[in-house]
């Protein structure tokens, strides 16, 4: 069955300058592997590669998408989030759509000598983005795509 949301996918996409929008300071690749704990239980943000300023709420859902591809109910954790309150649910699905498309279109570009697995790890992204997004709005995804 072909995938047929691409439509969907693009208007939310079209949106996501003015959904995404803010003035907090966010890390923009925040991922497991980007936290670490100390010995006291605090959590430190590393590997700032990408700092920029958006939606205070925007680097949570990064950190989602791969509790989400955990089996981690990440719509209702980033609803319960304090940074989500007046997150409307078009918002975050722009932020899903427009990092989907991001991740799928980074990872089919050529290798990188710079890093040889940077693109399997977008494309990964992608699908998890992708998946999340499908899973909120009710769509079925194309085989391959679980």
Known sequence: MPFDKLDPI???ESTWRSAVAGTAVLHHDLRQDNV???????AWICDWNW??????????????????????????????????????????????ATLSGFFLASGAQPPADWSPHIRQHQTWCGEVTLRWLAERRGWHLWPGLR
């Open 36 to 42: 670490l704990l100390d010995a006291h239980g605090s």
């Open 51 to 96: 700092p920029c300023l958006g939606a205070s709420w925007f680097d949570l859902v990064l950190l989602l998408a791969s509790a989400n591809a955990d089996g981690h109910d990440a719509t209702a954790i980033f609803q319960a989030h304090p940074t989500a309150r007046e997150v409307d649910h078009d918002q975050l699905d722009a932020a899903l």
């Open 10 to 12: 693009a208007e939310l």
